[in-house]
């Protein structure tokens, strides 16, 4: 299912702070971590390797207030999940062309 914004506002909860997003202006943010599952993922600085970034959804209030975010976003499945930032691995870095 496509996810559309006043769909984003109503379900999902802020990463950083937990509260309810509650605008049709929504902030998404992609977070230097591997996504381990498939929507929302960021497809942009996806390689073979690096696989997908997680992104975060982030309330306006904490945008302006530069809250530290806390969660990813998952919304892959029949519920959202929020897995803890701190237990996902980094990911690896965009143009690493697989030397290692
Ligand atoms: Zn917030």
């Known amino acids: 299912m496509q996810k559309n914004n006043k769909w ?33 993922a960021g497809s942009i600085v996806s390689n073979q390797a690096g696989g997908f970034g997680a992104l975060a959804v982030v ?10 975010l806390k969660f990813a976003v998952d919304w892959s499945g029949d519920e959202i999940k929020y897995p803890s930032i701190s237990e996902l691995d980094d990911l ?3 143009f690493d062309m697989g030397a290692s």
Do not use: L, M, R, Y
């Open 92 to 94: 690896e870095p965009f």
């Open 59 to 68: 309330c306006d209030d904490c945008i302006q207030n530069n809250k530290k």
């Open 8 to 40: 984003i506002s109503e379900n999902v909860k802020c990463c950083a702070c937990g509260g309810k997003i509650g605008s049709e202006h929504i902030n998404i943010i992609q977070i230097n971590k591997k996504a381990t599952w498939s929507a929302p």
